[in-house]
């Protein structure tokens, strides 16, 4: 009888009674199975608790050792987990409905996490992701235990003409001499948003200026009253909701707004990677998403956890388009409908929002801090792209879709979309590539001057859909 030992991994910034409720549940299916399964019952909040509970699953031989993703977590101690090398390693994510409240888990985007770590660490990964209760979920989990191999296709675009090559010309010349405002460091165990200032000169001439966080924070509270004032007057004209908010908190939020673009310009910056938590709330007692969503609009594009590859790729989407990019998780993939969701606290620019929808102010879904911007994004034609470090090889992914009129699926700013391909060759492509758990979104059909893009820059170029 094959024993799969169990690691069920979570976070208590994300909905713990709902976390515990699909943990027993997924228990429940693995018991269903017949196999023998040992490991901890209780969700493991921290790196000690998870070494606790590993130390235990070394008494015994195991076959399988199954992490369940019951929420996102940073990918530090996966990889730690996985380079015990006790038994073949798979991780189990779990959908969530798309029911217009908070993200409740985000369990998707922590197995993304994990499988980009997993594959720079060379460590190989089964996965799956779906509901507990979902049909066949029993050969499902057999399948983690035996192995099945996966062989995900590629698709292969056309070859970029002589115009698009033109036009890639033009922007890699733009680009060249740029610098990138890096804000803090990217948080623990996202290794997604690591770079090196060597390669990524080499790569775009691009540069990269560090600013400290004490900085931002100094600089965001000397902004004057009166300034602060003018720029919620403003945004009171945009969102809804402003009044509801906790004032002071909303006034450093905005300060946050001033301090990035004061520093921005101060550095001669094109656009900014910011360390958006956990000391903006800790600290400075505010949500940078709002922030960062009016930057974006107003061209300064910006990205979250301080993601310096994943600012590179908007910057360059933006100066592809004429148009503002938006960096996005992907928080779910649904094949039944055929459909994924690009999701992130509140940063979206304003100019993507859905007409049919009033743009509001909300807080973050976690912290219950203001400002995030939060709509519903526009149906319409999008890009996707991510200059990607996957497995250490640098690549230009590329995808395209439909973003399709929906009700919203989170709160934040989030978007329901039909890409070219079906979702489930996209998540099987996804995983088997190991690419990052940020991607950039333009609006429209730019592939073949992205393609060209991706020549010029000496970059093998892969497709996703």
Known sequence: ????????????????????EMAAACFKALEATGHRIIGSRALLFDGAA???????????????????????????????????NLAP???????????????????????????????????????????????????????LVIGDERDPAFPVGPRPGLVEREQAARVLAALKGRSIGLVGEHPAGFDTCAYDPARLAALAGVAVEPIGLPDLFAAARAVPAERIAATRADVAGKLTGLDAVDQPQLERSLGIYHALEGLKAQKGCSALAVRCWPEMFTEHGCAACGPMGLLTEARTPCACEADVYGALTAMLLQEVAGAPAWLVDIVDMDSAGNTGVFWHCGSAPLSMADPAVQPRAQLHSNRKMPLLQEFTLKPGRVSIARISQARGRT???????????????????????RFDRSTEDVTEAMMEFGLEHHVALVYGEHRGVLRALGEAMGLPVVELA
């Open 395 to 417: 690549t230009m992914i590329l995808a395209g879709g439909e973003m399709i009129a929906a009700p919203m699926s989170f709160t934040g700013t989030s978007g329901v979309i």
């Open 89 to 143: 390693l798979a991780i189990w994510a779990v959908p969530e409905p798309r029911a217009g409240g908070r993200l409740r888990l985000n369990s998707f985007c922590g197995l993304n996490l994990a499988a980009h770590a997993l594959g720079l660490a060379g460590i190989p990964l089964r996965w799956l992701y779906a509901a507990p209760d979902a049909p066949l979920i029993g050969d499902a989990i057999g399948g």
């Open 50 to 84: 998870a070494e606790a509970a590993l130390a235990e699953l070394k008494r015994e031989k195991i076959d399988l050792l199954l992490i369940l993703q019951v929420t996102f977590t940073d990918a530090s101690m996966t990889v730690r987990i996985a380079k015990d």
């Open 1 to 20: 009888m094959p024993v799969i030992g169990v690691l069920p991994l979570a976070r208590p910034t994300f909905d713990v009674p709902y976390a515990e």
